[in-house]
């Protein structure tokens, strides 16, 4: 009897494979397995740090740890129980720091990844599906997408009016930012150049994963000239060609050090004092991770772009549109050390 | 016919080809600027040319230049340092990393940027890992006695090395993927690009020190090729002497990784063209090594920064340029009766 069960089973067994490959099709989101409906999901594994700040800030009750290291500055702003949930690692096909049996001990209802789908996650996530029988559900999705992540999300992990509410605050931020860059009209959009690395000569080309907040408030990246692709290494004498207006950076050290630096001090934009130090708390402002966070960042980004455009007002405004999705992300006020630390290093 | 019998004709073509490089090296680059307008701004100090603008001085003087003096005295100390491994494990196949002092270096250099240190602990840690790497491949060598010690050294450093590359892939699977992993990422695969002059003025007394014993032990390195026992009877304290040696390649490699990250094949390219040029005895092999060294990786560098729009990483272009060179030498060295 049980062997006919089992024979039933592996005959299905193709049949439930092609199944998660048609839904795989269907717009942003590839599902592979049926999700728990309703509540159901009631412990989620996040697949990458994209994934695991989306449910981190819809229900962080239901995150069962982190896929990367957290510090404790950055676990300090985040609600509990995820502010001290353990770290777990990632499952990324080769890369992956988290076996399937660990993965399966943890006992997720839902296995969520965010971020670019391409064949390689697409397969992946395949794979570990028919490893595991976890259901897993890939969500596409760059900067603009984030409010349909949001509900899509919410909606996966049983929170859907939370979804709603925070894909309603996302489209705020998206319209506010959308609106500012058109209130520029013919005027160029500022020079920027985004130093990365200990010594700032890394940087995201046109197009790049890391320049996608940037560009979307409608800087002009200047090392585009170099190309599109990801990230790369620069010299300075291009830097020094591309001239930019305002140089941004995840790095206080760095800051500090280019204003004494004889070549830095050449730039347009440290000559100007337009070097600002994106905070990073408790995720990326900018990037690092490529998610939602960055939707805090976003006003801060538009007030540093464009000063006094828009009014004297704008930077209170702003500030106020950061706080409020701050506090509705990570349910803590934004500590104003943030806000203002971010402009000067 | 050979180059090597032909020593004034072998040694123009070095200083030539050295000359037409540097040339290139300060016409080339990704700020526009004309050959005139680059001769303009190196004469302006001087006086003899009336002041121009303030980028063209710039990029010349304080990008271009450091950067060129930069892959002159790396290049230079890596091939000289590639050409006394060479001679000193009696083996063609060896290069100044064959002791672990790359692998420690770039252990170093992950863990700064893994712990998120400013760019001068990444350059001293990685210094003092390219040095602690080789001192400990030194002791654990020199306390196994049973076998030919160049034999056991090469082997310890082989294993040391395997170690300390599996720690550094151990730090990238656990740094940061957005930022910290490009980093470390970049600095493995080297670059001159963020070599400014001061850190290349810190990094000199090293790499002179360094490469002062090989100069003024030249002889006695030649005596090393003979093999131990024979260098002995000659009156050679061969464990002294490479005790010496390694101290003071090691020593000039580290301070050269240190600045510019893992470069490959130089030491391991540059001694097998030397050779072609003057022969093996290594009172000639030395000098020309330096040239050809600092020729090598002055001209690898700009083709890095100047053959796409983005900095190519050094370690890539010295490795596709360098490899095609030692294929086309060792199927040459074939042909000879």
């Known amino acids: ?345 | 016919m050979r180059l090597a019998q032909r020593p004034v004709l072998a040694w123009s073509i070095a200083v030539a080809a050295l000359l037409l490089v540097l040339l290139l090296a300060f016409t080339a680059g990704q700020y526009p600027l004309t050959p005139g307008a680059v001769l303009r701004a190196l004469l302006a100090p001087s006086g003899l040319e009336a002041p121009m603008d303030e980028g063209a001085t710039t990029v010349v003087w304080h990008i271009r230049l450091p950067r060129i003096a930069a892959g002159l005295v790396l290049g230079a100390v890596l091939g000289a340092a590639g050409a006394a491994y060479q001679n000193m494990f009696r083996n063609p196949l060896v290069s100044p990393d064959i002791l672990g002092v790359s692998s420690g270096a770039g252990l170093g250099a992950a863990l700064a940027i893994f712990l998120g240190l400013p760019l001068l602990m990444v350059q001293g840690l990685a210094f003092a890992g390219g040095l602690a790497a080789v001192t400990f491949v030194y002791l654990l060598a020199g306390a196994v006695r049973r076998h030919d010690p160049v034999l056991v050294l090469v082997l310890a450093g082989v294993a040391v090395g395997a170690l300390l590359g599996a720690g550094i892939s151990l730090l990238k699977i656990l740094a940061d993927p957005y930022t910290q992993l490009p980093s470390i990422t970049f600095w493995l695969l080297g670059g001159l690009n963020a070599v400014a002059a001061g850190d290349l003025l810190a990094a000199l007394p090293a790499m002179l020190l360094g490469l002062l014993p090989l100069a003024l032990l030249r002889w006695r390195i030649n005596l090393l090729s003979l093999g131990d026992e024979e260098a002995a009877a000659l009156g050679v304290d061969v464990r002294r002497l490479r005790r010496l040696l390694i101290t003071a390649a090691t020593l000039a490699t580290a301070a050269a990784v240190s600045l510019a990250g893992i470069i490959g094949w130089v030491g391991l390219v540059v001694p097998h063209m030397a050779r072609l040029l003057v022969g093996p005895e290594f009172s000639r092999l030395l000098p020309a090594s330096l040239l050809l060294g600092a020729g090598f990786l002055v001209a690898t560098d700009t083709l890095a920064r100047t053959v796409a729009a983005m900095e190519l990483p050094l370690g890539i272009v010295t490795a596709i340029v360098g490899a095609p060179v030692f294929l086309f030498l060792l199927a040459r060295a074939g042909q000879r009766p």
């Not at chain 1, 965010?114 to 996650?121: E, F, I, N």
């Open chain 1, 1 to 345: 009897m049980r062997r006919r069960a089992l024979l039933q089973l592996l005959a299905l067994a193709p049949l439930a494979a092609a199944t998660g490959r048609l839904r795989a099709q269907d717009g942003m989101a590839a599902h592979f397995g049926p999700v728990p409906p309703g509540d159901g999901v009631r412990r989620v594994f996040a697949a990458g740090p994209p994934a695991a700040v989306l449910a981190c800030v819809l229900a962080p009750e239901k995150l069962l740890g982190w896929p990367m290291q957290m510090d404790r500055a950055a676990r300090r702003l985040l609600p509990e129980p995820a502010a001290s949930a353990a770290y777990l690692g990632r499952l990324t096909g080769r890369g992956s720091t988290i076996g399937l049996e660990s993965l399966l001990a943890l006992r997720p209802d839902l296995v969520l990844d965010a971020g670019s789908v391409d064949p390689t996650h697409l397969s992946g996530a395949e794979r570990v599906w028919q490893q595991t029988g976890l259901p897993y559900v890939l969500l596409d999705g760059r900067l603009p997408d984030h409010p349909r992540q949001l509900r899509e999300a919410g909606r996966l992990l049983g929170v859907p009016r939370r979804g709603a509410d925070l894909a309603g605050l996302a489209e705020r931020i998206l319209d506010r930012v959308r609106s500012v860059v058109e209130a520029g009209g013919d005027e160029p959009p500022p020079r920027v150049y985004y130093a990365r690395g200990p010594d700032g000569l890394e940087t995201g080309l046109g197009g790049s994963i890391n320049m996608e907040a940037i560009e979307f408030a409608g800087a002009g990246n200047v090392a585009a000239r170099a190309g599109r692709g990801g990230l790369a290494r620069v010299s300075m004498e291009q830097v020094l060609d591309w001239d930019p207006q305002v140089l941004l950076t995840q790095d206080p050290d760095f800051a500090r050090r280019v204003r004494g630096h004889r070549l830095w001090r050449q730039v347009s934009a440290v000559r100007s004092g337009r070097v600002h130090v994106a905070p990073v708390m408790p995720f990326g402002w900018l990037d690092g991770p490529p998610g939602v966070n960055r939707l805090v960042g976003l006003p801060w980004l538009l007030a540093r772009l464009y000063p006094g455009r828009d009014g004297a007002l704008q930077e209170s405004r702003l500030r106020g549109l950061a706080g409020d999705c701050f506090r509705h992300f990570y349910g803590h006020g934004m500590p104003a050390a943030l806000w203002v630390g971010g402009t000067e290093a």
